[in-house]
């Protein structure tokens, strides 16, 4: 099931963070789980400069 991602890049990136610190381990997982891209989602982020920190399975 593919779920809607918010379109406004603050918005997602507050959403995709909720998401991974609260259920899953990874930004792979997740993506595996929504069936969005990782490519995508880093896309959007790094617009606003976000990046993704394995080490602390956030965007920051």
Known sequence: M???LPKDPVML???VN???RDY???LEEFCRA???SETEIAGKLA???YRYD???NQFV
């Open 2 to 4: 593919e779920i809607l």
């Open 13 to 15: 990136l507050s959403y």
């Open 18 to 20: 909720t998401q991974l």
């Open 24 to 26: 899953y381990g990874s």
């Open 34 to 36: 929504a069936d969005v």
């Open 47 to 49: 617009g606003i400069d």
């Open 54 to 56: 394995a080490a602390v």
